[in-house]
């Protein structure tokens, strides 16, 4: 299994530019969700997944959007990039719903840089 | 929404000695509490993990306790390695959102 996998690694992007990151995952995982990561503040939810076709906002949900429109894929769409989107991203999956308690994978994350 | 707060923000450590860090969290509600580790460039991975209905969960050397009354959370690691040193997250789980601390960062001195 290739477990959780996040592309691209890397991305520029100009302010008002729009972008999807791609995540997918191989492990048959009914949950899904996109978190970013800054410096001092942890993760934070933006968006998640309960199964296909199912999705829900988080904590920091706005300028993003999402879809699940098949089980192994969760592509996370900035509409009109801003500088304070510049963060790490990360995508994660777990068997069933993450509240049954079932360890989360995480992606290796893709860094974007908002100019 | 739940709110996480995690302590130390770094921690130095000997090597063979032990490193703890708290969390505490707000909200009644949550009931399970993960423990991730981060390397730097990676993403984090679940170390050890503990639901409501118990007070401590250890797993060779690295132990979490959980107090609910006082709605706070610690992890412990004993006898410390210099692979130990990484950025260390708390995490509080309710309903299907996952609240993180803001992390440690862990040094382990050789």
């Known amino acids: 299994n290739a477990g959780v996998t996040q592309t691209p690694k890397f991305q520029v992007l100009k302010t008002g530019q729009s972008m999807t990151l791609q995540c997918a995952q191989d492990?048959?995982?009914?949950?899904m969700s996109w978190y970013r990561q800054d410096p001092g503040m942890g993760l934070r939810l933006i968006h998640y997944?309960?199964?296909?076709?199912?999705?829900d906002q988080g904590e920091v949900p706005n300028g993003y959007n999402v879809s699940r429109s098949t089980t192994e894929d969760f592509p996370l769409r900035l509409l009109s990039a801003a500088p304070s989107q510049t963060s790490v991203y990360f995508c994660?999956?777990?068997?069933?719903?993450?509240?049954?308690?079932?360890?989360?994978?995480f992606g290796p994350g893709t860094r974007l840089t908002v100019t | 929404g739940e709110n996480v707060e995690q302590h130390p923000s770094t921690l130095s450590v000997q090597e063979g000695d032990s490193a703890v860090i708290k969390c505490t969290y707000s909200d009644s509600a949550s009931n399970y509490f993960p423990w991730y580790k981060q390397e730097l460039g990676k993403g984090p991975q679940l170390i050890i993990d503990?639901?409501?209905?118990?007070g401590e969960k250890k797993d060779q050397r690295i132990a979490v306790t959980l107090n609910k009354t006082a709605k706070h959370f610690s992890l412990h690691i004993t006898e410390t390695q210099p692979e130990d040193s990484a950025v260390y997250f708390c995490a509080a789980l309710r309903g299907y959102k996952l609240s993180f601390g803001a992390g440690t960062t862990v040094t382990v001195r050789a």
């Open positions: 994660a999956s777990s068997h069933e719903a993450l509240a049954s308690f079932n360890e989360q994978y």
């Open positions: 503990i639901r409501s209905n118990v």
């Open positions: 492990m048959n995982h009914e949950y």
């Open positions: 997944s309960v199964g296909a076709g199912i999705t």
